[in-house]
């Protein structure tokens, strides 16, 4: 599978709070909604229930006085498992961010994803800002103001397992988020595993 590849055969099957991630024809990635009002790259619709309608679309920036001030902001980590791999095989982390609020964030915040030993990160990364450093083992992203309250942001990194990695749960892996804004830090880390298969191939229909 190229890296495109990749990228392209797992993010058909991510539907985030009712918003599907659909590669452009450049490459890149984008949230698609069912309205007419979908949401800046990176972030997501509501989940069902979880309206907030005072505030401004998704993805959208707090003008420049207001970026200036701290919000009342709880960022989280929600652990999302990659899909099964095999050795010398590719998969994708979806890092998964929300906002509790109650207030939309004013800065910007940092998503790190840090990689278990035998794997590395293989771009292309969404968002575009992503990059990798140590040797590919660690994946810096950036995310803009303005989240709002109950709204997600989802980094999409492209994993590559070496071709020894022993067969079983490959731990040691972890997405991590910090924002100047954020009031409560400890849910901000989340550990997640690859299950290493023999062999990977078309899920049966049930």
Do not use: W
């Not at 994946?139 to 022993?166: E, M, N, Q, Y």
């Not at 290493?196 to 229909?205: A, D, F, L, N, Y």
């Amino acid at each position: 599978m190229t890296r495109s590849g990749s990228v392209r055969g797992l993010l058909g099957r991510s539907l985030v709070a009712g918003c599907a991630v659909a590669v452009l024809a450049a490459g890149q990635a984008g949230a698609v909604c069912p309205d007419d009002k979908a949401p800046a790259p990176g972030t997501s619709a509501p989940a069902p229930g979880a309206g907030d309608p005072g505030a401004a679309e998704p993805g959208t920036n707090a003008d420049p006085a207001a970026a200036a001030k701290h919000s009342d902001s709880d960022l989280y980590v929600v652990r999302i498992d990659p899909d099964p791999a095999a050795p010398g095989g590719s998969t994708v982390l979806h890092a998964f961010i929300g906002n509790l609020g109650p207030d939309r964030t004013a800065s910007p915040f940092t998503v790190v994803v840090t990689l278990p030993e035998g794997v590395t990160a293989e771009g292309p990364f969404f968002p575009e800002n992503c990059y990798e450093f140590q040797n590919g083992h660690r994946v810096r992203c950036t995310f803009p103001a303005g989240l709002p309250k109950f709204r997600s942001a989802t980094a999409l990194i492209p994993l590559r397992l070496s071709g020894d990695v022993p067969l079983g749960e490959l731990t040691g892996g972890y997405v991590a988020v910090r924002g100047d804004d954020d009031r409560n830090e400890a849910n901000n880390r989340q550990p997640f595993a690859i299950e290493v298969v023999e062999t990977t191939g078309p899920r049966p229909i049930v």
